[in-house]
């Protein structure tokens, strides 16, 4: 089964990237789009999937899927958004320090 982000995910991930710009943009609390945190962290899921994917297939080294390694590069793209994003809109709660490597912007992969 090959994971990919539908619309649901990619409208999650938009609003996790309106909360990181409007933080950027000190954008007062009252003045910001509502968003549903507990379903922003949903995307870790399919984020961390989506990277899983890639990175069997990558290590499988099998050269009649070069296709389907393209394909799951595009989605490495969609994580990557999702984390920045994540990161920047500052939605991490008690567990920051897992997402951050001693207060540098390196992501633990545990």
Known sequence: ??????INSNKLLGM?????KMYEYDV???N??????EK???LFILTIALLGDYSAKFCNN????KDSLNELKDNLVFSA???DAYLNAKLQDENRD???NNGQCGLLFM
Not at 1 to 6: A, D, E, Q, T
Not at 62 to 65: I, M, P, R, T
């Open 32 to 37: 910001r789009i509502h968003i549903d945190k």
């Open 1 to 6: 089964m090959k994971l990919k982000p539908g």
């Open 40 to 42: 922003i962290k949903d």
């Open 62 to 65: 099998d050269n009649n899927e």
């Open 98 to 100: 897992y997402y951050y």
């Open 28 to 30: 007062l609390i009252e």
């Open 16 to 20: 996790t990237r309106s909360e990181a």
């Open 81 to 83: 958004q999702f984390f």
